[in-house]
């Protein structure tokens, strides 16, 4: 099993749109879950923390359920400069702060 | 959050040659990653550099191939030795400037071995 597994896309939705991503992990001793961002030839940019009793960012909600190893990442109202890739990120524990991401879900929103 | 400057932006090199990329961080860091992303993939880390100490490396990742130093806070470099085309990649320098609730990205440096 794969350490941060996410949906393998891609996603083609129109402007306005609800869309989820999914994401699973196998540590179950991770302790820090993000979502970031990845725009086409450019760097990762963090999206927002994860939280267990969940948080949202405006359209942006994102969860996650330590008992299923399971974090989710909720856009609504989908806009045309949310097309990006989207990485599920999962920091192990300790001092190590090792990130271990997962292979992204490429977004198109079509106008 | 930290502002990273990572040059080259972009190289192409002919094989068995060597590459050192440089990352410059606007403030003092402790640890510094060095990532690679292969086409089409997500990141894989190389290395954590940590100041006045040997880099530490990932499984599959040895430090005759991916040489680091990590001289100060503030500055990293890789080095990317006796290339071949399968080492053709994207290569990131990250920081954690936030206390393990979010890390920070140079542009990457985009590596084509020919």
């Known amino acids: 099993r794969k350490e941060v597994e996410q949906d393998p896309g891609p996603f083609n939705v129109p402007e306005g749109a609800t869309v989820a991503f999914n994401c699973t992990y196998s540590?179950?001793?991770?302790?820090?879950f993000f979502w970031y961002r990845q725009d086409c030839r450019k760097e990762p940019k963090l999206l927002m923390s994860v939280y267990s009793s969940g948080n949202e960012d405006g359209r942006f909600t994102a969860q996650l359920n330590r008992a299923s190893q399971y974090i989710s990442l909720l856009i609504r109202d989908s806009k045309l400069s949310d097309s990006a890739t989207y990485l599920c990120v999962v920091r192990s524990g300790g001092s190590n702060y090792k990130l271990t991401f997962g292979k992204g879900t490429l977004l198109t929103v079509n106008p | 959050s930290a502002v990273i400057s990572q040059k080259p932006s972009r190289d192409i090199c002919q094989r068995g040659t060597s590459l050192t990329i440089q990352c410059q961080v606007d403030?003092?860091?402790?640890?510094m990653f060095w990532y690679r992303q292969q086409p089409g993939q997500s990141l894989t880390l190389i290395a954590t550099a940590n100041q006045g100490s040997e880099a530490t490396y990932e499984s599959g990742f040895v430090i005759d191939k991916f040489p680091i130093s990590r001289p100060n806070l503030t500055f990293s470099t890789l080095t990317v030795s006796n290339m071949s085309p399968e080492d053709s990649s994207i290569y990131l320098c990250?920081?954690?400037?936030?206390?393990?609730?979010?890390?920070?990205f140079g542009s990457g440096t985009r590596l084509t071995v020919v």
């Open positions: 990250s920081v954690d400037d936030t206390g393990g609730y979010g890390y920070t």
């Open positions: 540590n179950s001793a991770s302790q820090s």
């Open positions: 403030s003092q860091v402790t640890m």
